[in-house]
């Protein structure tokens, strides 16, 4: 079978949350990150025909970037990619190795906010809190309008970046999550955080769904 540079750019996306991952067959690929903060799951064209575990998902993918135009035959103890004269056997590891996901689909408590994320909003403020060695993103509501902010949410001094992303009704609410939990795939997203300490970034234009735990 061979595997689609979509299914690639959301391996490539999910090894930046785990670098293990167990995929179960069949066609979504989930993860979980180690410290149990960020859950994904991405539906995909391809159609997995057994689960099977990867232990360094960065490296297999590095191995799949040396051909052009792999194909893969999935085995119960490895799977072979291969192209033109080149074979590579690469092997699977126990699922008990991997920091997997629970297997029941998460849903959202209840609803405190909702709102459109554009990729372009996103990009911006998180250049800027890499720029500015910002370690926290907050979404933040006043007078009506939404903001996007880099800020250092345990320092009342801190330098901020705040960009206007929306409006909303007048309550004032603010979550902060970590810069580096943010770890989407670049696209526009559908937002709903909850009081309960966590928010569901759903994508628009492409089947992909992450829970991001918020900072108390």
């Known amino acids: 079978m061979n595997i689609s540079k979509e299914t690639l750019a959301y391996l490539k996306s999910f090894a930046q949350i785990n670098p293990s991952i167990w995929v179960n067959s069949g066609s979504t690929l989930r993860t979980m990150s180690t410290n149990k903060t960020i859950v994904a799951s991405a539906k ?108 250092d949410d345990s320092n009342n001094d801190s330098n901020e970046y705040r960009i206007v992303v929306g409006e909303t009704s007048p309550d004032e609410q603010s979550f902060t999550f970590r810069e580096e939990n943010l770890k989407l795939i670049e696209g526009d997203y559908e937002v709903i955080i909850s009081s309960k300490g966590i928010a569901q970034f759903t994508g628009k234009s492409q089947d992909v769904t992450y829970f991001i735990a918020t900072e108390s």
């Open 44 to 151: 995909v064209p391809e159609e997995f025909p057994i689960d099977f575990g990867i232990y360094d998902l960065n490296t297999f993918l590095s191995v799949i970037s040396l051909m052009e135009q792999p194909e893969f035959e999935f085995s119960p103890n490895h799977v072979e990619i291969s192209a033109g004269k080149t074979k590579v056997q690469y092997r699977y590891v126990s699922k008990k190795v991997i920091v997997t996901p629970p297997e029941k689909e998460l849903t959202i408590p209840d609803e405190a906010l909702a709102f459109l994320l554009t990729n372009e909003d996103m990009q911006r403020v998180m250049r800027a809190a890499k720029v500015m060695s910002l370690p926290n993103i907050v979404v933040d509501t006043r007078n009506n309008e939404l903001f996007l902010v880099a800020t």
